[in-house]
């Protein structure tokens, strides 16, 4: 099914790998290299990193990774062949240990390639919907009879997979532009990027090296594979270069059995069919996994409907253009939950969608400051320390025939460890309301 692709250089035996970051991708990664003879070195610039884990700690001892934890120094890096930095982790934090050497610095992802045996890859990107495409995708092709890895960014680090030894007929991955930013020759058969709008600029230096990282997902592509793109990104100066197919994404109506709300899951559904298609689903058994799939949770999950009231926890919104697309997705009246750490875009675009939409918006946690000079005299706010307060006084406002709308625009990072987190507390407060 697939022709081999230039996979760049393996390590060798002996050689010095050293993995930055011992989370789930850095662990999967240390893992793999030591499989391959490597000696290798795990960092962990949280001095707490491996308290309390003292079953992988022998773990990783009896495997022969060294551990290191708390502020990395020169010496951490000297005579390394290989850098492995885990997604997240910006290159730029590291440079002054790089500048001397001859070292690669790889994303995990692009590791694991490396070591694949020619499964073909469709993997997925964009600023917003690349989990629910990938999901999309991955039913599609199970439905079709083949058996299907989904991994990368969503749960499941490709490392792993290839630790494990499986043999899929298809790979989905879902890739961000932290991993791509560092791949070198990864190359999927088919390429989905659904939309570029600000995000992560806390991690990129601009919008600029925002674009070119989503953008390196095509990089190695060549006439026999597809690029599938959103159609906001028609008239990009980047397609020039691409030596993929192109197809752009054009909603229709041709899966009308969809539980998933909103029209962008239109576009979504259409992104997902189109990049199955080149792997053979027929129409057919793609409309019978959309009929199937279930609304991913935290994006735009229906809660509950109380007193006529619909209760929706979109705790994955965490920029300013997933919550345009969540306030976009109903026609009824909106109570909007907002506040948490604030990653940048410009919320007084929404102006005229806030005031057609929102009845009222109730803040909480950090970042009131950005809502309130954007929306102030366009819509009654308040403001709440934290998300119970605040859901309980947007209920009790709530009429029937509304939304209340957990939609926070923000990262959880203020209150939470991650966005499910918020959205698991979320289903727990409405579960308590009265």
Known sequence: MALQKNRGRKIQPGELAVV?????????????????????????SNPGAFRGREDLLAELGNLGIETLAGAHQPEHFSHAALVVPSPGIPVASLEEFLLAGDVEVLAEMELAWRYLDNEPVLAVTGTSGKTT??????????????SVFLGGNIGTPLS?????????????????????????????????????????????????????AKFRLFRCQDAGDLAVLGQS?????ELESMGARKVFVQASARFSQSHLLGAHNR???????????????????????????????????????????????????????????????????????????FKGGDLGALVPLVREKVREVALFGAGREHFEKAWQGIVPMTWHESLEPAVRFASANARSGEVLLLSPGTASYDLYRNYEERGEDFKRIVGGLS
């Open 20 to 44: 930055v970051g011992a989370g789930r991708s850095g662990l999967a990664a240390a893992r793999l290299l030591r499989r391959e003879g490597a000696r290798v070195r795990l960092l962990d």
């Open 133 to 146: 495409v990938a999901s999309l995708a991955a039913a599609m092709l199970h439905e079709q009879g083949y």
């Open 160 to 212: 792993e997979y290839v630790l494990a030894g499986r043999s899929a007929d298809v790979l989905v991955l879902e890739v961000s532009s932290f991993q791509l930013q560092l791949c070198l020759t990864f190359c999927p058969r088919v390429g989905v990027l659904l939309n570029i709008t600000p995000n992560h600029l806390d991690y990129h230096k601009d919008i600029a090296e925002y674009r070119a």
């Open 233 to 237: 990104l028609r008239d990009c100066g």
């Open 267 to 341: 576009d979504n559904e259409e992104a997902a069919w189109q990049a199955c298609r080149f792997f053979g689903v027929s129409e057919a058994n793609a409309a019978k996994a959309v009929a199937r799939f279930a609304p991913l949770p935290h994006r735009l999950e229906r809660v509950a409907e109380r007193r006529g009231v619909l209760y929706v926890n979109d705790s994955k919104c965490t920029t300013v253009s997933s919550l345009q697309v969540a306030l976009e997705a109903f026609s009824r009246p909106v109570r909007l939950l907002c506040g948490g750490k």
